[in-house]
Nanobody
C-alpha cells in the first residue's frame, strides 16, 4: 500500500526558506514520477515541480530558480527546497506519486509566507 507523508511546512517571512519532505512507502521508484503540487485558497491545484526516476526535473515558471526538487533513494523521500519565498507561494503543498496507472497523493502540508 502506497503512503506519502509530507512534513516541513510552516510559517516563514518573505525571503526565507523552507524544506518540505515527503516520505514514501510501498512505492516502486523505477519508471515513476514524484512531484510537488500546491493549492492556494480559491485556486486550482497546480504543479510546482516533478522528478523522474532517471533524475529529470521540471519546474513551474513561478518557482524556477528558487525551488529545488530532489530524491533520496536510501530514505525513499522526495524533498522540495524552497528559497526566496514569496507571499504568493502560500498554499497547501501536496506530494504526488505516479507510476503507470497508480496515482497517489499525500495529505498536504501548509506553507504560509508572511509579507
Amino acid at each position: 500500500q502506497v503512503q506519502l507523508v509530507e512534513s516541513g511546512g510552516g510559517l516563514v517571512q518573505a525571503g526565507g526558506s523552507l524544506r518540505l519532505s515527503c516520505a514514501a512507502s510501498g512505492i516502486i521508484f523505477s519508471k515513476a514520477v514524484m512531484g510537488w503540487y500546491r493549492q492556494a485558497p480559491g485556486k486550482q491545484r497546480e504543479l510546482v515541480a516533478i522528478i523522474t526516476s532517471n533524475g529529470g526535473t521540471n519546474y513551474a515558471d513561478s518557482v524556477a530558480g528558487r525551488f529545488t526538487i530532489s530524491w533520496d533513494g536510501a530514505k525513499n523521500t522526495v524533498y522540495l527546497q524552497m528559497n526566496s519565498l514569496k507571499f504568493e507561494d502560500t498554499a497547501v503543498y501536496y506530494c504526488n506519486y505516479r507510476r503507470m496507472l497508480d496515482d497517489y497523493w499525500g495529505q498536504g502540508t501548509q506553507v504560509t509566507v508572511s509579507s
